[in-house]
């Protein structure tokens, strides 16, 4: 393969600029804290879904006025409500609890019976556990009066044992799964912006020390572009086949068996969207780098790509609705976020998903190319920030 500018593309020296970014981000330690963290976010999102998801009784702190109001509160259903009472003397000392908010609900007995009180909202899951606790007290006052004996009471009171059977067992919170979607678009954002901001700081960097101009004497400007690129891209790709296996082991470790094989089965699509999705991107952000002349430049010709990586993120995150979000899964922005939570989901076919990436990685050929030529017509240029219209036309020029 040859260079635009008449030399040939150098592999070996491809490798030799990939090796030098490499060896620069594992002597940083802002890399390797970063690094952590989306370790600790990874194995968050295996977490999460055990603590969120609850199927065991809710808890209600209770204000009881009189001792047999205690009683009743203490006969609550426990497999629906797991109630802590506290005995207060009246009314007015239950009222206090409850605005101090040091309690739920209060309960006393008023001229009709029981009455439950709270501070803006009666909990919906006690209101209907007292009602099923009077109701089969009333029951069991009305079989006494009629002379049933007590084994027949407790036969008759007890709640039936209904058979359940499921279609299709599953041992899988549900939550795991919308939040494994949501964690692999965080991290999509996250890392893609952390190595385009770190490609495009490194090339500005390199202009202002005029270490650029050594770099294109030795090896081709195509050559200089292709290993810095793949030294980022390579690093990124680790870090996140690192942070599913880190997944994979939380979920063995939690003995999620389910979520392991759910794992396994999308981690490979995971991993191929995030590498096209950053194949589309990374050369853009080394052409933003070269755009500026100084580190205060970033933020203006960085902007258009972080404009790129914000909106098909809260579009990801944000668009719900079926047709909207399968449109989303095809567009190449977008694509790298979408079609893999929709494949998790089992939203998809794979022909859906394999059609999707073949639409990345054609658009990331042509942002490549595109990339390729901005920052070239960019890269030598020192007497200020280059304009777009400027580095496509070739007009930059170069020099000092």
């Excluded at 808890?59 to 259903?77: H, K, S």
């Excluded at 755009?291 to 902007?303: C, G, I, K, P, Y």
């Amino acid at each position: 393969m040859s260079d635009a500018d008449g030399g040939e593309v150098r592999w070996h020296d491809v490798r030799l600029v990939a090796g030098r970014e490499v060896g620069e981000k594992l002597r940083s330690r802002a890399f390797l804290l970063s690094t952590l963290l989306f370790l600790a976010l990874v194995a968050a999102s295996i977490a999460l879904p055990a603590l969120l998801y609850d199927d065991g009784p809710t808890e209600y702190d209770v204000a009881a006025v009189g001792p047999a109001v205690v009683a009743l509160a203490q006969a609550l259903p426990p497999d629906l409500v797991d109630v802590t009472v506290t005995e207060v003397p009246d009314r007015a000392a239950a009222e206090r609890l409850l605005r101090d908010e040091e309690v739920e609900a209060a309960l006393e007995l008023g001229p009709d019976g029981p009455v439950l009180t709270a501070l803006q909202e009666v909990p919906g899951t006690l209101r209907d556990a007292l009602a099923d606790t009077l109701q089969a007290g009333a029951l069991q006052s009305a079989l006494e009066r009629a002379g049933v004996p007590a084994v027949d009471r407790e036969r008759l009171l007890a709640p039936p044992d209904v058979p359940t059977r499921l279609l299709e067992a599953s041992e899988l919170d549900p939550a795991a799964v919308p939040l494994l979607s949501v964690a692999f678009v965080l991290l999509f954002f996250f890392v893609v912006f952390q190595f385009g901001q770190s490609i495009a700081q490194g090339v500005v960097q390199e202009k202002e020390s005029r270490i650029v101009e050594l770099l294109v004497s030795a090896v081709p400007v195509r050559t200089l572009l292709y290993g810095k690129v793949l030294g980022n891209g390579g690093l990124a790709l680790t870090q996140i086949v690192l942070l599913v296996l880190v997944g994979m082991a939380g979920a063995l470790a939690t003995g999620e068996r389910e979520l392991l094989s759910l794992l396994l089965r999308n981690a490979g699509w995971f991993v191929l969207f995030f590498a096209l999705g950053f194949a589309l991107l990374s050369c853009l952000w080394a052409a933003a780098g070269a755009m500026a002349s100084r580190s205060e430049d970033l933020q203006a010709t960085t902007a258009p790509l972080q404009v790129l990586l914000i909106a098909p993120f809260f579009a990801a995150v944000y668009v719900t609705s079926d047709p909207a979000r399968v449109v989303l899964s095809y567009v190449p922005l977008t694509a790298p976020l979408v079609m893999p939570a929709r494949l998790l989901e089992d939203d998809a076919a794979l022909w859906e998903g394999a059609l999707s990436a073949l639409l990345v990685l054609a658009t990331a050929v042509v942002a490549v190319r595109v990339g390729e030529r901005l920052y070239r017509a960019s890269l030598l240029r020192t007497r200020g920030r280059t304009s777009l219209a400027d580095a496509w036309s070739g007009r930059a020029g170069g020099g000092s």
